[in-house]
């Protein structure tokens, strides 16, 4: 799955002493340090962190501000949309949140926003440029009982957005329960989970594993990601292959045919890295959960629902790991542009499918599944609505259900990129795409840095994007 304008705040992190230094480095970026501890008894995991962040604007920052996704579950708050919350509440409604105990470093701290999902940080002194500090915090978060992206679910426990992150710069929004609300700058992260020794994690990151006793440590390291998630299960069955000298590692529960899976998630993640470049992370992991829609997106781990059909399963892997290129590596603000990466992640899927016959899916029926389903949902929107919304470029809250979304984000984003295919030829229009990753790999990517890339193979390129975002084109 996949989410006003902003404007971009650097900042680096890294575990240091509490208080202002100097930024040092060329290549600053923020770092968190964290111990976690999860307590299947009470549903709570239980964190200290460190975070060092570097101010690489022009002015003077007072307040730090964090998103707190995990008040997303509170009582009264929607994570999750009507069309899937049945679904998602397999043991009827259930609560969570997270609880911000202490913060060091800071002058004070407070909660704000619609359902306390930000936190700012007030800091002792201005933040001047090129300036770091380093602030401390303890929390709790609660875990609900719900199937999805953090939450404790029938067959595993999902950690996801479950910890302050530092905001960009002018994108201090708020949750949205339609596609995904999250964007954050690329960090570096230091990880202990402390959890019983019966379950089994799958993560963001390398590390490793011991055991003492009745309880699993995992140590985990990930560089210049923009997140870190877990999945936890006592019933995770693990196969493994590599991929170019990539291990591809799958953690499943129910699936009937893992190794095709499995093949799946190598042979994408080879097909996109020839096809766009060098995949940018030592490892990658596909994860089996109980998601109630068709999967999710983290840098080097991709969540897929264990309720898909065999034949949707290729489609699913790839477009998940295709994310491992437009969302992980080249970011972009997909609350207010979605159809940025998931556009993308369809039209690789699709070109993957292609190169991979044995799956039963070429590229042309991607292609018209897509247009037939949009031209569907254009009829029937018209007839109910004063007149279709098919403008691209609108915030995730400005969409009215999971059926507009999905249609307007991934069937007419496909349609768009097949489009400036068709227009530009395969040879060039990939060309646009690897200089896309090229250029914006580790940064966070405007929409207009996207079409430049398309509009230096043809003139022509910038007036198809146009009619596509603002909804006056023709399907």
């Not at 799955?1 to 890294?14: E, G, N, T, Y």
């Not at 170019?244 to 080879?270: F, H, I, M």
């Not at 007149?387 to 991934?410: C, H, I, K, N, W």
Request: with cysteine.
């Amino acid at each position: 799955m996949k989410r006003a304008a902003i404007v971009l705040l650097c900042v680096i992190m890294a575990a240091g002493a509490l208080g202002v230094t100097a930024c040092a480095g060329e290549t600053a970026h923020s770092s968190y340090r964290m111990a976690l501890e999860y307590t299947p008894e009470t549903r709570t995991l239980t964190g200290e962190m460190t975070v060092q962040a570097v101010n690489t604007g022009e002015n003077a920052q007072d307040v730090l501000r964090f998103h707190l996704w995990a008040n997303a579950y509170r009582e009264g708050a929607s994570p999750v949309s009507e069309l899937f919350a049945p679904a998602a509440y397999y043991n009827g409604e259930s609560y969570g949140g997270i609880e911000v105990e202490r913060v060091t470093g800071a002058q004070s701290f407070h909660t704000a926003g619609e359902n306390a999902t930000l936190l700012e940080v007030v800091l002792p002194a201005p933040l001047y440029p090129d300036e770091s500090v380093t602030v401390g915090m303890t929390f709790t978060v609660t875990l609900a009982e719900i199937e999805h992206r953090l939450g404790v679910g029938e067959n595993a426990v999902t950690l996801a957005g479950f910890y302050p992150v530092l905001c960009v710069c002018g994108g201090e929004h708020g949750y949205s329960a339609l596609g995904d609300p999250f964007v954050s700058e690329c960090a570096d992260y230091s990880v202990t989970l402390t959890l019983p020794a019966r379950y089994t994690v799958a993560h963001t990151g390398q590390g490793e594993c011991t055991r003492t006793g009745d309880s699993a440590i995992y140590s985990v390291t990930a560089e210049n990601v923009r997140e870190v998630a877990f999945v936890a299960s006592e019933h995770f069955s693990v196969l493994t292959e590599n991929a170019d000298g990539v291990p591809v590692s799958y953690y499943y529960l129910e699936d009937e045919a893992p190794a095709r899976t499995l093949a799946v998630a190598a042979q994408s993640l080879s097909f996109f890295a020839s096809s766009f470049g060098s995949y940018r992370y030592p490892a990658y992991v596909v994860v089996e959960t109980g998601l109630p829609f068709g999967g999710m997106e983290y840098p080097m781990l991709s969540m897929i629902s264990d309720d898909l059909r065999a034949e949707e399963m290729p489609l699913v892997v790839a477009h998940e790991t295709a994310h491992q290129w437009w969302y992980a590596a080249v970011g972009s603000d997909q609350f207010c542009e979605a159809w940025q990466d998931e556009g993308l992640a369809e039209f690789s899927a699709a070109l993957f499918l292609d190169a991979y016959p044995e799956y039963g899916t070429t590229y042309d029926d991607c292609v018209a599944s897509a247009e037939g389903a949009y031209r569907t949902f254009f009829s029937v929107w018209t007839q109910i609505s004063d007149g279709g919304q098919t403008a691209m470029r609108r915030p995730l809250t400005a969409f009215a259900s999971d059926y507009e979304y999905r249609s307007v984000v991934y069937d007419k984003g496909l349609i768009l990129f097949d489009r400036l295919d068709e227009l530009l030829g395969r040879d060039r229009t990939l060309a646009a795409l690897r200089d896309y990753y090229k250029r914006y790999t580790g940064k966070i990517a405007s929409a207009a840095d996207l079409i430049a890339c398309f509009a230096a193979r043809g003139a022509y390129a910038e007036g198809v994007f146009g009619s596509f975002l603002e909804g006056t084109c023709v399907i």
